[in-house]
């Protein structure tokens, strides 16, 4: 089965997504973790972002595996950079890639082929998996996610303003919604939760409610077949 946790920045998808994945005993899929690698691997060869077909070739020809919670690109650990800043910021010019997509959710239905998988982005239940049997929305108010980051990079030593932190927020969420391909929204068959006020423990348990709802329902349409 395929469960798709989509939703804007800072809605703590990855973590939920990850705790459901150990609940189940399903693979977990970051796929944001994926364009961040193409993005950091097109900045340290120096490609420039305006070439799409260098940015295109360098997409077909790279490979990204997960070793247990580590990930590597061409078979280099990237795990702590893809998170960087300056990756974060660059992802549009790799993500607005029709063809780049196409690629990356290309590798994204094989890994599904033959597990069960827990996978969270913004175009799971939309575009890559639209027959998914479990389909979940997150979202949270911009002030709670960027006050949650805040309090993340505090934690980590790195004080940024709330102000900030909400800035660049809105502007990646307005980014990842205008896409003309894989773009931010929940599939129309995508249940939505709002996890303002919820803690992480909550949303899971929530999740977990739903993802056994449409398992039975999905157990009783293939007896009637
Ligand atoms: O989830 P994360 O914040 O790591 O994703 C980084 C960026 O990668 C997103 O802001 C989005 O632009 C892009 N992305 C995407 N499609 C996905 C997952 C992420 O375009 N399925």
Known sequence: MIVTI???AGAGKSTIARQLADTLGFHFLDTGAMYRAITLG????QIDFDDKEQLISYARNSTIDWHNDRILLNDGDVTQEIRSPVVTDSI???ADVKEIREAL???QRRIAQTQNIVTEGRDQGTDVFPNAGCKIFLTASPAERAQRRH???????RPIPVEQILEAQNRRDAEDRQRPQGALRPA???VIIHSDGLTFEAVVQKILIIFQ???KKQQAQAYQQ
């Open 6 to 8: 989509d939703g804007p």
């Open 42 to 45: 097109a900045i340290r060869k």
């Open 151 to 157: 309090q993340q990079l505090a934690e980590l030593g």
């Open 188 to 190: 129309e068959d995508a």
């Open 213 to 215: 709802e449409k398992k």
């Open 92 to 94: 549009k010019y790799v």
């Open 105 to 107: 959710s290309e590798q």
